[in-house]
């Protein structure tokens, strides 16, 4: 059964005890309690790594974190750094349409997470890019500044500067459209403001 297990999940980010079940159950006619005993023994030997409660994957790579979570896109200050937007390593971000207990998780390999309940209206403006060896969705950047406001997620103005060369003031609006007349004044104002002086790189203002 091992090998089974590997063999149908090896290429997937993460897998679960349910998926891992419903391959099993069809060829072996298997307990639930078994599946569980098999992977807790491939987990032991180093085989399998454990993710969050219930997922497992066979990459042992912290990237893959976020799958646990699905539907979900890396977003916030670790959608600025997984697109050099800014120097900084920081704390995963998941912004997932689950619902969640606590903002911040813990993942495998002792990598932390912070999560982020977003709601399905707001679930867009995300792209596929290659990050830590994986291709994973990550907010684009005009999702990501107006995130940054949603969320409160505050930088220093200097901060900011390439992620405001990097955004469409029209892809911008058309983003805000899903939001409430308080978010759009707020981030179009910020935008109309500092995104001519960081155009010419010149956005050293304080905030």
């Known amino acids: 059964m091992p ?30 309690s078994t599946v569980q005993v098999t992977i807790s023994r ?32 890396y977003g916030g200050l670790c959608a600025l750094m997984i697109q050099d937007l800014i120097d900084d390593q920081v704390i ?52 990501t500044l107006i995130d940054l406001f949603h969320y409160r997620l505050r930088l220093s103005i200097q901060d900011y500067g390439d992620l405001l060369k990097a955004i469409s003031r029209r892809k911008v609006q058309k983003y805000l459209e899903a939001y409430d007349r308080h978010t759009k004044t707020t981030v179009l104002n910020f935008v109309r403001k500092y995104k001519p002086p960081a155009d010419r790189g010149e956005l050293t203002n304080p905030y």
């Open 92 to 143: 995963m971000e998941v912004m997932t349409t689950r619902s969640i207990r606590r903002k911040m998780s813990e993942s495998f390999n002792d990598t932390r997470l912070i999560l982020h309940h977003i709601s399905k209206k707001h679930f867009f403006g995300f792209r596929n890019l290659q990050y830590g060896g994986l291709t994973v969705p990550v907010s684009d950047p005009e999702k």
């Open 3 to 32: 090998n089974e297990l590997q063999a149908r999940f090896k290429d997937w980010p993460v897998f679960t005890t349910s998926d891992a079940y419903l391959l099993l159950k069809s060829k072996h006619k298997v307990s639930k």
């Open 42 to 73: 491939m987990t032991s030997s180093g085989r399998l790594f454990r993710v969050s409660k219930g997922a497992f994957s066979f990459k042992n790579n912290s990237v893959v974190a976020g799958f646990s979570y699905s539907p979900f896109y």
